[in-house]
């Protein structure tokens, strides 16, 4: 079973950066398909996806929202999933969540991962 826990966000200016880690556990060799995702949930609106990429890291996926903005990526070796958020607007404010699942998608969906972290708040002050 795969553990999963976010830290970074926080408080953050229009027009700033900062960056979410997503640190994975119990993460085993069966598990080399692993796709991991970063989502995002704003009061009242349904969780929907932000950027997903491959264990292997040989493919990404960014919601258009963010395309050009956030960048996902992972550390094999620190077996840490990472979003660096850049040019950062009032709209991205949202609880972040980390999360794992079995299958990739061109087009990924939430239902598709069942492994969640707890989440962490991003704010945007415009």
């Known amino acids: 079973q795969v553990q999963l826990l976010e830290s970074g966000g926080g408080s953050v200016p229009s027009g700033g950066s900062t960056r979410l880690s997503c640190a994975v556990s119990?993460?085993?060799?069966?598990?080399?398909?692993?796709?991991m995702g970063w989502f995002r949930q704003a009061p009242g609106k349904e969780r929907e996806v932000v950027a997903c990429?491959?264990?292997?890291?040989?493919?990404?996926y960014y919601a258009d929202s963010v395309k050009g903005r956030f960048t996902i990526s992972r550390d094999d070796a620190k077996d840490t999933l990472y979003l660096q958020m850049n040019s950062l607007k009032h709209d991205d404010t949202a609880m972040y969540y980390c999360?794992?699942?079995?299958?990739?998608?061109?087009?990924?969906?939430?239902?598709?991962?069942?492994?969640w972290g707890q989440g962490t708040q991003v704010t945007v002050s415009s």
């Open positions: 999360a794992a699942g079995p299958f990739w998608s061109p087009k990924p969906r939430v239902t598709q991962f069942n492994y």
């Open positions: 119990k993460y085993t060799s069966g598990d080399a398909g692993l796709v």
């Open positions: 990429i491959k264990w292997s890291g040989d493919s990404t």
